[in-house]
């Protein structure tokens, strides 16, 4: 059986036991936005033990009319979410992470560039 995943359209695949190893270096580095929608903030909000809005208040910056989970800053230009953990190197809502993280590597970003993608992941094969 094949363990590695794939996407149509994508020139690549993925090994998801290059995780383990990696670190978390998909959960950290410039600074940018890790979007989740109404139904994930649920999600992580119950997984995390807190009503919806004490979530958002912690946790999640508004951009525009959209959600994004806020970072903390890890060095001078590395940051990393909110919710990686520091002394895991893993994600610490990993089953309820939102879509955005949950179908990476496979970012339409990356379709065209397999180069840029294997320079953000070890998992690509």
């Not at 994930?40 to 912690?58: C, G």
Request: a negative charge.
């Amino acid at each position: 059986m094949d363990k590695f995943l794939e996407e149509e359209g994508y020139s690549y695949k993925f090994d998801p036991s290059a995780c383990e190893a990696c670190g978390g270096h998909c959960c950290t580095g410039e600074s940018g936005y890790i979007w989740a929608k109404y139904d994930e903030i649920e999600k992580m909000a119950e997984f995390v033990n807190l009503s919806l809005e004490d979530f958002a208040t912690m946790y999640l910056r508004k951009v525009k009319h959209r959600y994004s989970l806020v970072e903390k800053k890890l060095s001078e230009d590395n940051y990393a979410c909110i919710f990686f953990d520091e002394t895991l190197k893993r994600c610490s809502i990993y089953p309820v992470r939102p879509r955005q993280c949950r179908t990476f590597p496979f970012w339409e970003q990356f379709k065209n560039d397999e180069d840029e993608v294997r320079k953000e992941c070890p998992g690509i094969v």
